[in-house]
């Protein structure tokens, strides 16, 4: 397996210099959610068999954590950005 991921802060390096973290885009479970949310947040992974949004880091420069969106068939690097937190809903003033 080799392919070249842009990191965007260093630029486009060979994939072994990252480290995968796992598909985005899966909501982390509240507080108060039983052992079974836990478990499925936790173990259970869809594994899929195309485009698909992931988290990497440039572990051996920058360490940046940002989001890579590739086809895990051909592990073809389609886009990778930063992550942006999206802007906090203000609460109705009630
Ligand atoms: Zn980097």
């Not at 842009?6 to 973290?21: A, I, K, L, S």
């Not at 485009?51 to 886009?79: D, G, I, P, Y």
């Amino acid at each position: 397996m080799s392919f070249q991921i842009d990191c965007p802060n260093c630029g486009t390096r060979g994939v072994w210099e990252f480290h995968y973290g796992g598909a985005a885009g899966k909501s982390r479970p509240p507080l108060s959610a039983d052992a079974a949310e836990w478990t499925d947040y936790i173990y259970n992974k869809e594994n899929l068999r195309g485009v698909q949004t992931e988290w990497w880091t440039h572990r051996s420069a920058c360490k940046l954590w940002f989001l890579v969106e590739r086809n895990t068939a051909t592990n073809e690097v389609l886009s990778s950005r930063r992550y942006s937190v999206p802007p906090r809903q203000e609460e109705p003033a009630g």
